[in-house]
């Protein structure tokens, strides 16, 4: 039992340990850097207005 609690610790701190290093490239970032009509709808911007998108 010992044994089995000790592998799963171990195997979880080194899962933990190797996510914290590795970071996803920045093509898989959430916010859009340049807006786009559909994520200007989200945010309540008509994007058919050229006046309420600059």
């Known amino acids: 039992m010992f044994k089995l609690l000790f592998s799963l610790l171990l195997i979880s ?14 093509r898989y970032e959430r916010a859009p850097r340049k807006l786009n009509p559909w994520s200007s709808l989200d945010k309540g911007i008509d994007p058919t207005d050229p006046e309420s998108h600059s």
Do not use: D
């Open 13 to 26: 701190v080194l899962a933990i340990s190797i996510s914290r290093r590795v970071r996803l490239a920045s």
